[in-house]
């Protein structure tokens, strides 16, 4: 539920059930990553094409190209232009360290592809610290076609690690929401690697779906469509398409959201009277009521160790963001500056809370330090929404408006780098990052 803000794809039951279908995951058109603003004070760093043995011919990936992309969209690092490379080596023992000094990169990728079979090939790497000249990782992976570009994203995952410490999040997913208008419209829910590509629909729909929400180990979504002239919420296994009825009360069957441990769903109904926060309990099926109040409580989220719940209320005139212990007991207020805070979420180490912050018909998305207190605005558009964070917490994907389409961005946690996906299949909302995978 939104409180006074207008979106793409509507709130509300608009039409009757003309369509809905739930199948395997199905190929689709790739969203298009650009980036937007790359950031100050990057760490240089050269990412050579990996070598292959039949130069009449192309590898099947490009490796290098595919980490060379992760790196600059995670804001951290500067990549050197490959014309701007005076070698190529494929291995450390090829390498002069002096001219990459010269080209004033700190570390150095290089590697190369090697095929072993029809199918199977052998992806050897090596990251070096130009500067100390030595070897900091060196890694050999044997892997079949299929997985070739999943292995650059871990390789990316490896190499970001090493270099900063914190763990990467490029071999992870995301979810969306694509819309399509016109007299036949269409809704479909879309899994896709972090970088948009191999992009699969799981769901197609002539009715809105919105709010799609991950399971803790990556298996599952919860999402509500408006079938039967309805809301309802729905969870369905992403690897089979096989899905579950969770709520199809009258009225509101809103905004699902995973407990960490995946035994529960916090979830918006209003069956009772007024919205509310309640909890299912996956195994038993059974409903409890968190939240009793005249208000609209809407919007929950977990905290990362299970013991609070986020909402958005406007109990207090505004909407704003509320906690409520778990458990059940008294609401607290969170939110204070500004008139419009909405669609909270926790970061992974629960330090921070990122939610749309709004006032003068302008919403962007924002990040409270909850120990200082301090807000921070990190974007600049006029209709961000739907904020959700990477799995190690350093970026922030949201939903926003670009001309008369509605695109995916990101931003990182410090505001200094912003990049796009773009998708040519209609307007993209309701961005949900998935958890690690398992």
Known sequence: MKFAMKSKISRHALLALVLISVALPVRAERLIPEITTAGESRSPVAVVPFAWADPASKPPEDIAQIIQANLERSGRFSALPREAMFSRPSSSVEVNFKDWRLLKS??????????????????????????????????????????LRRLAHQISDVIYEKLTGEAGAFNTRVAYVTATAGKNPQ??????????????????????????AWSADGRYLAYVSFEKRQSQIFVQEILTGKRRLISKFKGING?????????????????????????????????????????????????????????????????????????????????????????????????????????????????????????????NGWLDESPSFAPNGRILLYATAQGNSGVLSAVSVDGRSQHRLVSKEGDVREPAWSPYNK
């Open 106 to 147: 700190d570390h150095l990728v290089v590697g190369k592809i090697q095929q072993t079979s029809r199918d199977q090939y052998l992806v050897h790497m090596q990251l070096l610290d130009v500067l100390a000249e030595k070897q900091l990782l060196g890694y050999s992976y044997p892997v079949h076609k299929t997985g």
């Open 187 to 212: 809704y479909r829910l879309f899994v896709a690697d972090a970088d948009g590509y191999n992009a699969q629909s799981i769901l197609s729909s002539k009715e809105p779906v919105m709010s799609p």
């Open 255 to 379: 905004a699902p959201a995973w407990s960490p441990d995946g035994r529960q769903l916090a979830l918006t109904l209003s069956h009772e009277g007024n919205p509310d926060i309640f909890l299912f309990d996956m195994d038993s099926r059974k409903f409890t009521r968190l939240t009793h109040n005249v208000a609209i409580d809407t919007e929950p989220a977990w905290s990362p160790d299970g013991s609070k719940i986020l909402f958005t209320s406007d109990r207090g005139g505004k909407p704003q963001l509320y906690t409520i212990p778990a458990l059940g007991g008294q609401a607290k207020r969170i939110t204070f500056e500004g008139e419009y805070n909405t669609r909270g979420s926790y970061s992974p180490d629960g330090r921070h809370i990122a939610m749309v912050h709004g006032g003068k018909g302008r919403y962007r998305i924002a990040l409270l330090n909850l120990k200082s207190g301090r807000l921070k605005i990190l974007t």
